[in-house]
């Protein structure tokens, strides 16, 4: 059963036990955060375990072991007073002791430009396929994954299809309630990537 909370996780990390999560995957805000967060979230992975984390490339929240890349679909927004940038970076912290699962290789890039399938529910919402690739790589059936800025719940519905428990946060109300909407299969489609 998927765990999903509705509150500030500056807030509700601080609360967490030391070492209480296997991995966090998470597509944190890239601004507003407090600057307690990232310790914290490193204190409730497991010692060894794995940390995932997009970013830009501008606003890299720590030293990766690895970085992969997403590309984004292009928009059309006014480039006149600097380029666009349709790519961003996923941070990966391995641990000693977090799961590493290559797939086939073409899966192994390390660059990936997976699409949404149907039109957003969430402004900043991710591919499932992207996140359910991460999942298989980084995690292990069975594990416990954090993401503490879950948005439309898209880490929580690929830990759902690929049997891992997860621990969503998300403070924005409506949010929240799509998130729990979503996970509860009322949002046709929305559970498989079709
Ligand atoms: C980039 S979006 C994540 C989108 C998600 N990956 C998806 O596929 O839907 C980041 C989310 O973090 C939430 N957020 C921002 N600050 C937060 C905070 N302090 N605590 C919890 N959630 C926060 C935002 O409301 C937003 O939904």
Same mark, same amino acid.
């Given at each position: 059963?998927?765990?999903?909370?509705?509150?500030?996780?500056?807030?509700?990390? !601080?609360?967490?036990?030391?070492?209480?999560?296997? !991995?966090?995957?998470?597509?944190?805000?890239?601004?507003?955060?407090?600057?307690? +967060?990232?310790?914290?979230?490193?204190?409730?992975?497991?010692?060894?375990?794995?940390?995932?984390?997009?970013?830009?490339?501008?606003? =890299?929240?720590?030293?990766?072991?690895?970085?992969?890349? +997403?590309?984004?679909?292009?928009?059309?927004?006014?480039?006149?007073?600097?380029?666009?940038?349709?790519?961003?970076?996923?941070?990966?912290?391995?641990?000693?002791?977090? !799961?590493?699962?290559?797939?086939? +290789?073409?899966?192994?890039?390390?660059?990936?430009?997976?699409?949404?399938?149907?039109?957003?529910?969430?402004?900043?919402?991710?591919?499932?396929?992207?996140?359910?690739?991460?999942?298989?790589?980084?995690?292990?059936?069975? !594990?416990?994954?954090?993401?503490?800025?879950?948005?439309?719940?898209?880490?929580?519905?690929?830990?759902?299809?690929? /049997?891992?428990?997860?621990?969503?946060?998300?403070?924005?109300?409506?949010?929240?309630?799509?998130? =729990?909407?979503?996970?509860?299969?009322?949002?046709?489609?929305?559970? /498989?990537?079709?």
């Amino acid at each position: 059963m998927q765990e999903l909370r509705n509150g500030d996780t500056a807030i509700m990390l !601080a609360q967490m036990q030391s070492g209480s999560v296997d !991995a966090v995957i998470t597509d944190p805000p890239y601004d507003e955060l407090s600057p307690n +967060w990232l310790d914290d979230l490193f204190r409730v992975v497991k010692p060894g375990g794995n940390v995932i984390m997009f970013c830009s490339p501008e606003n =890299q929240f720590f030293k990766p072991d690895e970085i992969l890349f +997403w590309i984004k679909t292009p928009s059309t927004k006014n480039f006149q007073k600097r380029c666009g940038r349709f790519v961003e970076m996923i941070l990966v912290k391995r641990g000693e002791k977090g !799961a590493f699962n290559p797939l086939h +290789w073409s899966q192994m890039t390390g660059v990936y430009d997976d699409r949404l399938v149907l039109p957003p529910i969430h402004p900043y919402e991710k591919p499932l396929s992207l996140i359910e690739r991460l999942i298989r790589i980084y995690t292990n059936p069975g !594990a416990v994954v954090l993401d503490p800025f879950c948005g439309s719940g898209t880490t929580l519905v690929a830990c759902m299809n690929l /049997k891992r428990k997860a621990i969503g946060i998300e403070k924005d109300h409506s949010k929240y309630l799509l998130a =729990q909407d979503r996970l509860l299969g009322l949002l046709p489609g929305r559970l /498989k990537g079709e």
